[in-house]
């Protein structure tokens, strides 16, 4: 099945610093949320972005969405140890309100060092 | 505790046999969506149903079938286990509350064939 491009697909990083990551894709999505998962859980819903160009914060995460609709970033400042898991971005076809499937990134692993 | 339950956690079958997974949604959700995740991969969608009828199908295998029941709980049959179907199966609801996407993941069985 299709997945979306992420990158990078792992990260070790020290606590303090700031993370990028991005997911591509080869079609349009209307809608991009991005994920985090620990072990043994589901995904928890961090961000949901609902327009073109749109950029969503929440605390220290902030992500963007492409303003080509193929793309979307994921930025974390000041990491912490409890930032450590696998992040993905998934992307929908539908727009606000309208739940559908959703095709996933293929993740990206975070590791923070103290 | 996402409001999503799924049941067993863990389950260990050998191949040929045929095993059933449940899930009930979050209260109030009337959509239902099962997913696949395999080792370190992102999770691949299978079948969404909603209020009880099947609408939208992805790479689902002939040998999995799935429904939802009046009172909502959805469960996952899969039969004529290979070694390959070993992974995460995610069970996710959704509202439709506007721009909240409620896009709520329950923790998952994680089926090992043996």
């Known amino acids: 099945g299709q997945q979306l491009n992420q990158s990078p697909q792992s990260m070790f990083i020290q606590e303090g610093e700031d993370v990028s990551m991005n997911c591509t894709s080869s079609s349009i999505f209307n809608t991009w949320l991005w994920y985090k998962q620990e072990p043994g859980e589901g995904p928890v819903l961090l961000i949901a972005l609902y327009k073109a160009g749109e950029l969503t914060s929440n605390g220290r995460l902030t992500a963007q969405f492409g303003i080509t609709r193929k793309d979307s970033f994921l930025n974390i400042s000041a990491s912490i140890p409890s930032d450590v898991g696998i992040y993905f971005c998934?992307?929908?076809?539908?727009?606000?309100?309208?739940?559908?499937?959703?095709?996933f990134g293929t993740g990206t692993r975070l590791q923070v060092t103290l | 505790d996402s409001g999503v339950t799924q049941t067993p956690k863990h389950l260990i079958t050998a191949t040929g046999q045929r095993v059933t997974l449940r899930c009930s949604p979050r209260s109030g959700d009337l959509s239902v969506y099962w997913y696949q995740q395999s080792l370190d991969q992102g999770l691949q969608f299978l079948i969404q149903?909603?209020?009880?009828?099947?609408?939208a199908k992805g790479n689902i295998l002939e040998r999995f079938s799935a429904q939802q029941f009046p009172d909502l709980h959805s469960e996952l049959n899969l039969s004529s286990l290979e070694l390959g179907d070993s992974a995460l199966y995610f069970c996710?609801?959704?509202?439709?509350?506007?721009?909240?996407?409620?896009?709520?993941f329950g923790s998952g069985t994680r089926l090992t064939v043996v």
């Open positions: 998934a992307g929908s076809t539908t727009r606000t309100g309208t739940a559908s499937k959703l095709t």
């Open positions: 996710a609801s959704t509202g439709h509350r506007g721009r909240d996407y409620g896009y709520t």
């Open positions: 149903y909603y209020n009880g009828e099947e609408r």
